[in-house]
């Protein structure tokens, strides 16, 4: 299987034992464009639902682009947290997480 199918899979199986919320490790990390479109798609599908996401990533903007809130941890403490607009545009995670250029 591809990285975006076996993504696909384990979420498929995550949501077997319909579950209320859902951890997603990295679902972007290793998968084509295409891929992390689905599975942005599938997590809004899953959030329609009624199913909580609870997403780790490092891909910051397809991350940003699917979430409703977000937590910044910098040095093992939460820098930040609120909804992506606020998140980018916060000095403190700007300088030491996203950069001066990174924007949505």
């Known amino acids: 299987l591809s990285g975006g199918e076996r993504r696909r899979v384990e ?4 949501l077997a034992s319909n579950p209320h919320f ?7 990390a290793g998968i084509d464009p295409i891929a992390v479109g689905d599975i942005r798609d599938l997590v809004a ?4 639902r009624g199913i ?5 990533d490092h891909n910051v903007r ?9 937590y910044i941890i910098h040095n093992g403490m939460m ?3 609120g909804a992506p607009g606020d998140i980018v545009g ?4 700007r300088r030491v997480y ?6 949505l």
């Open 11 to 14: 979420i498929a199986r995550a």
């Open 22 to 28: 859902i951890l997603l490790d990295e679902p972007f």
């Open 45 to 48: 599908h899953l959030k329609d």
């Open 52 to 56: 909580g996401v609870l997403i780790t």
């Open 62 to 70: 397809e991350t940003l682009e699917v979430i409703d809130r977000a």
């Open 79 to 81: 820098l930040m947290e």
């Open 90 to 93: 916060n000095e403190d995670v």
């Open 98 to 103: 996203l950069g001066d250029r990174f924007n």
